[in-house]
């Protein structure tokens, strides 16, 4: 089955400091990725869509100059949180996708738990 | 906009227990619905879905069939197993394929003890 990979896995930093997240569809290439983020008992609420070689779209609500997305190939896309505070503290989760018509199945990473102190 | 409810949990069953856990949605249009598992420690993985009404998905002797009528998607089970403890989230997405974002339901912690 097509797997997607996220690194790291978890990452404190300090607040002010921006971290890079990976996320890599290992086994297929991925027109479109998903970044999605969760709370404690929450849902994931998108984030963003990201396609290859174009700018994200980014849901209403997110601040698309905090949350940097650049999907550079169709095996790869980073997400950088710029100047980081405490209160981006939480699960950041992909997912890939063939983007083919009539195909809806999303594959997701296992997530990246970030703490900012 | 799109939002998806499914119940509160945690869910604690016996073993060889019936399962029911409900999702009703609210959409524009025709979603497609999916109902995602996530093991402890694991990502999301697809466990069934449907993409129009009347459609039953399943997988794993899960099912759960899209009815349109009553904007639902209940997930069922006949007999659970320890390894089903997991928690389930119920998701739907704009029809005509894989383009777009879902929208997840709050997620279901069930537990299964022997």
């Known amino acids: 089955g097509a797997v997607v990979s996220q690194h790291p896995s978890w990452v404190i930093c300090k607040s002010g400091t921006s971290v890079k997240i990976e996320c890599r569809s290992l086994d297929f290439q991925a027109t479109t990725m998903f970044w999605y983020r969760q709370f404690p008992k929450q849902s994931l609420m998108l984030m963003a869509t990201?396609?290859?070689?174009?700018?994200?779209?980014?849901e209403q609500g997110v601040e698309k100059d905090k949350f940097l997305i650049n999907h550079a190939s169709l095996t790869l896309s980073t997400l950088t949180v710029t100047s980081a505070h405490p209160e981006d503290s939480s699960f950041y989760i992909c997912?890939?996708?063939?983007?083919?018509?009539?195909?809806?199945?999303?594959?997701f990473g296992p997530g990246t738990r970030l703490t900012v102190l | 906009g799109d939002s998806v409810t499914q119940m509160e949990g945690p869910v604690t069953l016996s073993e060889e227990a019936f399962l029911t856990i409900n999702c009703t949605y609210t959409?524009?249009?025709?979603?497609?619905l999916f109902w995602y598992v996530q093991y402890p420690g694991e990502g999301l993985q697809l466990l069934l879905k449907?993409?129009?009404?009347?459609d039953k998905g399943s997988n794993k002797g899960f099912e759960a069939t899209y009815r349109k009528e009553t904007t639902s998607f209940h997930l069922e089970k006949g007999s659970v197993q320890v390894s089903d403890s997991a928690v389930y989230f119920c998701?739907?997405?704009?029809?005509?394929?894989?383009?777009?974002?879902?929208?997840f339901g709050k997620g279901t912690h069930l537990i299964i003890q022997p």
């Open positions: 990201s396609n290859e070689g174009s700018k994200a779209t980014y």
């Open positions: 998701a739907l997405g704009d029809s005509g394929g894989g383009a777009d974002g879902l929208t």
């Open positions: 997912s890939a996708t063939l983007g083919l018509a009539g195909v809806d199945t999303q594959y």
């Open positions: 449907a993409t129009k009404a009347d």
């Open positions: 959409a524009t249009g025709y979603p497609s």
